[in-house]
């Protein structure tokens, strides 16, 4: 079944694949699967035995808005959960809207709870540590679906087991990068300019000394999520292909490599496999020499394409057939 031209990877993705889907997965599966509910509690130092009750897209007439997920449990604790999709977090601004849900609660414990892409580590750079007083944590998807997996392992229901298979394949497609099968390499060109705080080192040699490579989260066409492979042009040929082991987000680039840019917004730093080239001299063709492309990885590496830009045309060949472009 297809929906908008994609299959959806479980029953939770006929509702899409954004913050809204997810967190309707989420609360879903919190009261079907006891052990899940048990781990999201146990993990915010919470009774993992609480009764508690749910509730998606809750409108309040005061401040005008729509909560992603609350969770309550009697004069316990009310959790108010925002959620994105990709690597941001839920602003001040949009936090500080709901906060009289939460100071108007009778209950003990109030927090906001952040989920997103990105790591703890770096979320928490980025949120406040609190909002009116009431604290806020975050969450990544990646920890949620760890959750759903060691649930999944703990439970004997067979229900119960089902829905968190179906949560644990949902949320396949919320994580901070690409799934490692994927067949696409991400292609981007390299400068024989020197680094701007090195007097000898070059953009290549960011890739081929030091094994790593950078790029901005999202905006002028970069990706939102790191993909599992990328590939790197230069010298006027297509040069190798890696698969990405580590990916860190920094805000600084400076903080890793002094004589790298110094920067102030969120940006992917790549720590790379060992490099797969070509079977055969790969040249570029007829391209746009800062162009970046999504080229199948086969292509850029089994000598079928007798150049970079037939490999580009190949790829969206076998996309169109597929229904893909």
């Not at 979320?123 to 999944?152: F, K, N, Q, Y």
């Not at 490599?257 to 940006?267: E, F, I, K, Q, S």
Request: aromatic fraction near 10%; charge should be neutral; charged fraction near 20%.
């Amino acid at each position: 079944m297809l929906i908008r031209g994609k299959t959806p990877a479980s029953c939770f993705g006929l509702a899409g694949c954004d913050e809204n889907a997810g967190t309707y997965a989420l609360g879903w599966c919190l009261k079907q699967s006891p052990a899940l509910c048990a781990e999201l509690l146990c993990s915010m130092g919470l009774d993992p035995c609480a009764e508690i009750e749910l509730s998606s897209q809750t409108f309040c007439s005061v401040d005008r808005g729509f909560t992603d997920l609350e969770v309550r449990s009697g004069t316990a604790f009310h959790l108010i959960f925002e959620a994105k999709r990709f690597w941001q977090v839920a602003s001040r601004e949009q936090l500080e809207r709901y906060a009289g849900r939460l100071t108007g609660s009778n209950v003990q414990q109030r927090r906001f709870v952040s989920i997103s892409a990105a790591r703890k580590d770096w979320a928490i750079r980025h949120l406040p540590p609190d909002v009116d007083g009431i604290p806020v944590e975050h969450l990544s998807w990646t920890d949620i679906r760890a959750m759903a997996r060691r649930a999944h392992a703990a439970s004997k229901s067979q229900v119960e087991r089902l829905w968190l298979h179906q949560l644990n394949l949902h949320l396949s497609e919320y994580g901070m990068t690409s799934n490692a099968f994927d067949s696409l390499a991400y292609v981007v060109s390299l400068s024989r300019e020197l680094l701007p705080n090195s007097p000898d080192a070059t953009w290549i040699d960011v890739v081929v000394n030091q094994g790593r490579y950078f790029h901005p989260v999202g905006g002028n066409g970069w990706p939102l999520i790191p993909p599992a492979y990328i590939g790197f042009r230069y010298l006027s040929e297509f040069k190798s292909v890696h698969f990405i082991e580590r990916v860190d987000t920094v805000d600084n680039l400076q903080e890793i490599d002094p004589t790298w840019p110094a920067t102030t917004t969120a940006h992917f730093v790549y720590t790379l496999g060992p490099a797969m080239r070509p079977a055969t001299p790969l040249p570029l063709g007829n391209i746009y020499y800062t162009a970046r492309h999504w080229v199948a990885l086969d292509l850029l590496i089994s000598g079928k394409a007798a150049s970079y830009e037939e490999a580009i045309a190949l790829t969206k060949e076998r996309q169109a057939l597929r229904g893909d472009a």
